[in-house]
T-cell receptor, first 112, second 117 residues
Framework: KAGVTQTPRYLIKTRGQQVTLSCSPI?????VSWYQQTPGQGLQFLFE?????QRNKGNFPGRFSGRQFSNSRSEMNVSTLELGDSALYLC???WGQGLSGFFGQGTRLTVV | AQSVAQPEDQVNVAEGNPLTVKCTYS??????LFWYVQYPNRGLQFLLK??????LVKGSYGFEAEFNKSQTSFHLKKPSALVSDSALYFC???????????????FGGGTRLMVKP
C-alpha cells in the first residue's frame, strides 16, 4: 500500500508570491491534516479535512487555506508569502477519527 | 486548550543503556496520546499510541510508553538503546472526549535523542 505522498518535496518562492502544496493520502483514508514545522514554533496544526469538509482549523491567518477533493487528495495554498512562512509542511492521513495519522515526507518551502 | 511539554531538548544515552524521553500533557477530556519519531529531512513516523486500556503501551522498534493519569505523563522508554535510535521524538495529544477535535493533534516541542556508541 502506498504511503502518504506530498508534492513537491522542495520549493523556493519569492516573498509576495503564492504557493500550492499537494497531499495524496493513503488509499481509503478520508481525513487529511496539515501541519507546519519550524525551528521556532515547532509543529503547529493548520487544518483538517474530512470527506471534503474542513473539520478543524488552527490559529493561522487567512492567507493559509486548503481544500479536499472527492478522491480525498488535499491541497493547501498560501497566498502573499512571507519570509516566516518558510517551513516544512507535513500532511497526515487517517481512515477515521482518533486514529494514528500516517505522515508524508513533507514539503520544504523556502521563501526568499 | 490542550498542551504537551517535553522538558528535555536533548537526551544523551550510551548504546545498550535504557532510555527515557519524558512527556507531560494537559487536556480537558480523556487524552489520546501519541509518540512519533522524525529522522533528518523526513516526515513523522508513528511509534505508539494510548487510547484506553493497559497503561503500558508497546510500539514499534522496541519502544514502549507508560500512561500515568495522576502525573499526566506519557514517557517513552526503551530497555536497550541503539545508535540508530538517534532522532527527534515528538509526543502529541488529542482530546478524546471532544468529538469535534477530529484528528487535530497538539505536539510537544520535541526531544533530540543522541545514542553514542
Amino acid at each position: 500500500k502506498a504511503g502518504v505522498t506530498q508534492t513537491p518535496r522542495y520549493l523556493i518562492k519569492t516573498r509576495g508570491q503564492q504557493v500550492t502544496l499537494s497531499c495524496s493520502p493513503i488509499s481509503g483514508h478520508r481525513s487529511v491534516s496539515w501541519y507546519q514545522q519550524t525551528p521556532g514554533q515547532g509543529l503547529q496544526f493548520l487544518f483538517e479535512y474530512f470527506s471534503e469538509t474542513q473539520r478543524n482549523k488552527g490559529n493561522f491567518p487567512g492567507r493559509f487555506s486548503g481544500r479536499q477533493f472527492s478522491n480525498s487528495r488535499s491541497e493547501m495554498n498560501v497566498s502573499t508569502l512571507e519570509l516566516g512562512d518558510s517551513a516544512l509542511y507535513l500532511c497526515a492521513s487517517s481512515w477515521g477519527q482518533g486514529l494514528s495519522g500516517f505522515f508524508g515526507q513533507g514539503t520544504r518551502l523556502t521563501v526568499v | 486548550a490542550q498542551s504537551v511539554a517535553q522538558p528535555e531538548d536533548q537526551v544523551n544515552v550510551a548504546e545498550g543503556n535504557p532510555l527515557t524521553v519524558k512527556c507531560t500533557y494537559s487536556v480537558s477530556g480523556n487524552p489520546y496520546l501519541f509518540w512519533y519519531v522524525q529522522y533528518p529531512n523526513r516526515g513523522l513516523q508513528f511509534l505508539l499510541k494510548y487510547i484506553t486500556g493497559d497503561n503500558l503501551v508497546k510500539g514499534s522498534y522496541g519502544f514502549e510508553a507508560e500512561f500515568n493519569k495522576s502525573q499526566t505523563s506519557f514517557h517513552l522508554k526503551k530497555p536497550s538503546a541503539l545508535v540508530s535510535d538517534s532522532a527527534l521524538y515528538f509526543c502529541a495529544v488529542r482530546d478524546g472526549t471532544n468529538n469535534n477535535a477530529g484528528n487535530m493533534l497538539t505536539f510537544g516541542g520535541g526531544t533530540r535523542l543522541m545514542v553514542k556508541p
